[in-house]
């Protein structure tokens, strides 16, 4: 079941949500739980290496030592277990269920205009939030049109258009993630290790590998690698039919982060009020056989999507010393320059206005901070218009403002549900994890490859996960802001940070860069059964 915080396990929390039967053994735990009480893990990237398309056997070998595990319960370790378009093509999945998907997952991550709305290419180019010499994997997705040339990693392919669509091709293909979660280092690795050579015989490779780290706190909230507390702001889903809290209390609508069902799983009402639309396959024996529904529209097809959801994966690889030194640099640079009003200005007073919380997860507000709840964690039931509307106490470029704006963007008193209504229809649910070793503190630069596995389920990728990365993170104008970008995981330029009555400007660098990423698929309990029949 969900924590709240999700990042780390419930110790006196709130009431969390639950799926009802028989949805909860339908759908995939990772959906439901940030499996907060499994602290360490592994997440394996796999590519089919075998010539032409396969088929499902490997799932059957898969399931022998790694089962994939459902919502109904907490398990002594747990598995998910994703596909890239790519992956499912080279499975043998019939066209008429691979054109059912949408066309961002078609598309994958990186197709041209994908790159350009996420901020990561441009002109041809990598930006400088991509680390150097490009991503290192994706799914190398087929981009649209007949391919026509390839040279130096690149190749271009013609649209119906005319258009010439640009191919980008990685190093590393990844066609699957399979995400461990186990209670130690040495369990977690002994397992990927079990894991990968059970998958050798099918051809299927591990071509990449990542230690995932989760260490709550006493209150149940993680820390990414900046020092920040992380996953506190979760949406919290709703639905008559199928959710209920866990002590199985009917499920009412969160009156600040309530979204419907169907924004974070296919087959139940969005926020559209419709069914959010999911994949599906033809009306035959192994479609029966593995328990896919009739699709309630699509006469002759089997519901391919039910309790399933769209996953976007990014590899963020975080520069935790240019952070601190950057904001340290900035704190001094203002004492020197207004020293009669800047003695509070002190590195860690900076670095919380970039992100717009405390370390310990508190937001900002200007009267300090946020209390807790009455849970003790950090409260996440607020509002930004009548609490803190032009960003005196937490600054309206912050990360947090702009990653969920909430009601802070109403022009009028009256407009506040509406814009939170609005705001609550791009909602992510985040399931990432941080790589890499803790960094010392302070930080010294240690050679260490060292960030966080973004990872977010969302049934719309365009009007979810891409609306927030393209009109919140990185709109230059958003909110009352000019030229301007997230400070925290947008490319190099200024902050500004108000103040009563001074307005400060600070440099802010390129901190988190783009190591590989791309969109993947989390199937049903059903639609696994399916697959591995292929």
């Known amino acids: 079941m969900d924590q709240r915080p999700v990042s780390g396990a419930p110790q006196g929390s709130p009431p969390s949500w639950r799926l009802k039967a028989p949805h909860d053994a339908m759908t ?6 940030g499996f907060g009480a499994l602290p360490t893990g592994r997440a394996l990237f796999l590519e089919f290496a075998w010539k032409g398309k396969g088929g499902g056997a490997w799932l059957q070998a898969l399931h022998a030592i790694a089962p994939v595990t459902d919502a109904d319960g907490r398990d002594a370790r747990a598995t998910a277990l994703s596909f890239a378009f790519a992956g499912l093509e080279k499975m043998g999945l019939p066209k008429a269920a691979l054109d059912s998907f949408a066309a961002p997952y078609r598309e994958g991550m990186f197709q041209e205009d994908r790159l350009r709305r996420l901020g990561d290419r441009r002109n041809g180019q990598w930006l400088g939030t991509v680390v150097e010499g490009g991503p290192k994997w994706s799914a190398n997705t087929r981009q649209r ?3 026509e040339s390839v040279e130096e990693g690149q190749s271009r ?5 005319g258009h010439r669509e640009e191919q980008i091709v990685t190093p590393v293909t990844v066609h699957a993630l399979l995400l461990l979660y186990d209670k130690d280092e040495v369990s977690a690795e002994a397992w990927a290790e079990q894991v990968e050579a059970a998958l050798a015989p099918h051809a299927v490779k591990v071509v990449h590998r990542l230690p995932l780290d989760l260490r709550p706190d006493e209150k149940g909230v993680a820390r990414e690698h900046f020092g920040f507390a992380d996953g506190i702001s979760q949406p919290m889903p709703y639905d008559d039919e199928a959710v209920v809290l866990s002590d199985g209390a009917p499920a009412a609508r969160d009156p600040w982060n309530g979204i419907p069902l169907g924004e974070i799983l296919f087959g139940h009402l969005n ?5 959010a639309p999911g994949p599906i396959v033809p009306d035959d024996d192994k ?22 959801s769209y996953m976007v994966v990014r590899e963020l690889k975080q520069d935790v010393v240019a952070f601190w030194q950057s904001m340290r640099d900035n ?63 937490c600054p309206v ?8 704006p909430r009601d802070g963007l109403a022009p009028t008193p009256d407009q506040k549900q509406t814009l939170l209504d609005a705001a609550n229809n791009h909602r992510i649910l985040r399931r990432g994890r941080k790589y890499g070793a803790t960094i010392s503190v302070p930080p010294k630069e240690d ?6 596995l973004f990872i977010c389920l969302n049934t719309d990728i365009a009007r979810q996960f891409e609306f927030v990365q393209q009109t919140w993170l990185l709109n230059p104008n958003f909110a009352t802001l000019f030229d301007e970008t997230d400070p925290l995981v947008g490319p190099q330029g200024t902050m500004t940070i108000h103040e009563q009555p001074l307005r400060r400007i600070v440099d802010v660098e390129t901190f988190v860069r783009m190591a590989g990423g791309d969109y993947f698929f989390l199937p049903s309990m059903p639609a696994l059964s399916y697959l591995a029949s292929l």
């Open 397 to 404: 470029g912050s990360h947090v403002r702009r990653a969920n």
């Open 287 to 308: 479609a029966q056989a593995a328990g896919l529904p009739p699709h309630p529209l699509a006469e002759g097809f089997r519901d391919f999507g039910l309790d399933g």
């Open 447 to 452: 050679g260490v490859d060292r960030g966080l």
């Open 145 to 147: 049109g007949a391919l």
């Open 157 to 161: 392919a013609r649209t119906s258009t």
């Open 28 to 33: 995939q735990g990772l959906a439901v739980s």
């Open 271 to 275: 926020g559209h009020h419709e069914s």
């Open 331 to 393: 704190a001094a640079r203002i004492r020197a320059r207004d020293p009669d009003h800047s003695a509070h200005v002190t590195t860690t007073w900076l670095a919380e206005r970039v992100v717009g919380r405390s370390t310990k997860g508190h937001l900002l507000c200007p009267s300090g901070y946020l209390p807790p709840n009455a849970y003790g964690q950090p409260e996440n039931d607020f509002g930004f218009y009548d609490r803190d509307l032009h960003g005196i106490g």
